[in-house]
T-cell receptor, first 115, second 114 residues
Framework: NAGVTQTPKFQVLKTGQSMTLQCAQD?????MYWYRQDPGMGLRLIYY???????DKGEVPNGYNVSRLNKREFSLRLESAAPSQTSVYFC??????????????FGAGSRLTVL | AQTVTQSQPEMSVQEAETVTLSCTYD???????LFWYKQPPSRQMILVIR??????QNATENRFSVNFQKAAKSFSLKISDSQLGDAAMYFC???????????FGTGTRLTIIP
């Protein structure tokens, strides 16, 4: 089972360039997430999608856009990259039931450097 | 807003010894879930253990156990018989019942001394 697959794993951009991080899950999960990880900051939620066709802002949404293309795929776009967006990005998914300690399943991460 | 605090940026332990990582959280909710995730150098996030707030019994997974103190809003992770493969960043996380969003602490880097 592939789980959560995100691409690319590494990317270097120049300030002002745009790019899209792709994420796909094969577990039929309803909810999908994008987090960024920075030293000393832990993981911070950028955007999430509770179901196909819906998206909501997380803690640090500025400078990002997302698209829930279908149940499997959730992309993160940087329209005009800035050095402050240099980070490691994680996609995750989860099946949220009405009860139970449902668990996030993470992708392997994408390291983005903006020069 | 809920917050999760890990006050120990770094910890170290001798191989085969026991270490406890601290986590506190702030919430006004009564139903919620707590998690510990491990991130080894490979960068992959791996679930270590989880706890439902309504359960009084502390969760245990092999060498990993938690000390859940609901009134104190504390959720510490104990690793027994530490092994070299336990070296990683450990993140505490919180989620409210019925809420899709998981809030993470800033992490504790655990070093295992051979």
């Amino acid at each position: 089972n592939a789980g959560v697959t995100q691409t690319p794993k590494f990317q270097v951009l120049k300030t002002g360039q745009s790019m899209t991080l792709q994420c796909a899950q094969d577990m039929n999960h309803n909810s999908m997430y994008w987090y960024r990880q920075d030293p000393g900051m832990g993981l911070r939620l950028i955007y999430y999608s509770a179901s196909e066709g819906t998206t909501d802002k997380g803690e640090v949404p500025n400078g990002y856009n997302v698209s829930r293309l279908n149940k499997r795929e959730f992309s993160l776009r940087l329209e005009s990259a800035a050095p402050s967006q240099t980070s490691v990005y994680f996609c995750a998914s989860m099946q949220v039931w009405s009860s139970g300690a449902n668990v996030l399943t993470f992708g392997a991460g994408s390291r983005l450097t903006v020069l | 807003a809920q917050t999760v605090t890990q006050s120990q940026p770094e910890m170290s332990v001798q191989e085969a010894e026991t270490v406890t990582l601290s986590c506190t959280y702030d919430t006004s909710e009564s139903d919620y879930y707590l998690f510990w995730y491990k991130q080894p150098p490979s960068r992959q996030m791996i679930l270590v253990i989880r706890q439902e707030a309504y359960k009084q019994q502390n969760a245990t997974e092999n060498r990993f156990s938690v000390n859940f103190q609901k009134a104190a809003k504390s959720f510490s992770l104990k690793i027994s018989d530490s092994q070299l493969g336990d070296a990683a960043m450990y993140f505490c996380a919180y989620r409210t019942f019925g809420n899709e969003k998981l809030t993470f602490g800033t992490g504790t880097r655990l070093t295992i001394i051979p």
